[in-house]
T-cell receptor
């Protein structure tokens, strides 16, 4: 059983569309990180959210941490082919290591 | 500053063999973690080393082991390989041992067990 559930698992959209990816858990996290992984590479950190209700923006990407710090979302505006990749959320539950979600594979078609 | 380096990039082994994977962290980083990534299970934590000591271990059988050297370089060993061990093995380093600190990942070693 995954501690962190991500949805959808797969997403294929046209260039210019908007999309939202979700990361949900029954556990409370001290912080939550979002990574993007491209084929043949390791994950790269995009953002860390710490405070409940926090919203962070990274160009066309908007990250939100739930008020109760149990869930998070990633919204991409006007997706581009360069956004294609595996998006992973990872939670810090004051455990001794990060717990990763199963990921959302995003494909943006030109 | 050089990133995290993993060698080899690709490896093909047969069942029953053993394999050793290597990871060189970013200079100055003392923590090295290992993850197994498969399409069905996502990233599963194997273990973390900090200053040559294993600090934390995931839920993997004893066939999976690791070590860290005084220069922070780390190796992971899998003995008596099984078909289910086929996966991308990722190494990640961070400067200190804090859990929420940013992880820097290598490109991984793709292991295929035939």
């Amino acid at each position: 059983t995954q501690l962190l559930e991500q949805s959808p698992q797969f997403l294929s959209i046209q260039e210019g569309e908007n999309l939202t990816v979700y990361c949900n858990s029954s556990s409370v996290f001290s912080s939550l990180q979002w990574y993007r992984q491209e084929p043949g590479e390791g994950p790269v950190l995009l953002v860390t959210v710490v405070t409940g209700g926090e919203v962070k923006k990274l160009k066309r990407l908007t990250f939100q941490f739930g008020d109760a710090r149990k869930d998070s979302s990633l919204h991409i505006t006007a997706a581009q082919p360069g956004d294609t990749g595996l998006y992973l959320c990872a939670g810090d539950e004051r455990a001794r290591q990060l717990t990763f979600g199963s990921g959302t594979q995003l494909t943006v078609l030109p | 500053k050089a990133g995290v380096t993993q060698t080899p990039r690709y490896l093909i082994k047969t069942r029953g063999q053993q394999v050793t994977l290597s990871c060189s962290p970013i200079s100055g980083h003392r923590s090295v973690s290992w993850y197994q990534q498969t399409p069905g299970q996502g990233l599963q934590f194997l273990f973390e080393y900090f200053s040559e000591t294993q600090r934390n271990k995931g839920n993997f059988p004893g066939r999976f082991s690791g070590r860290q050297f005084s220069n922070s370089r780390s190796e992971m060993n899998v003995s008596t390989l099984e078909l289910g061990d086929s996966a991308l093995y990722l190494c990640a380093s961070k400067r200190t041992g804090q859990v929420g600190e940013k992880l820097f990942f290598g490109s991984g070693t793709q292991l295929s067990v035939l």
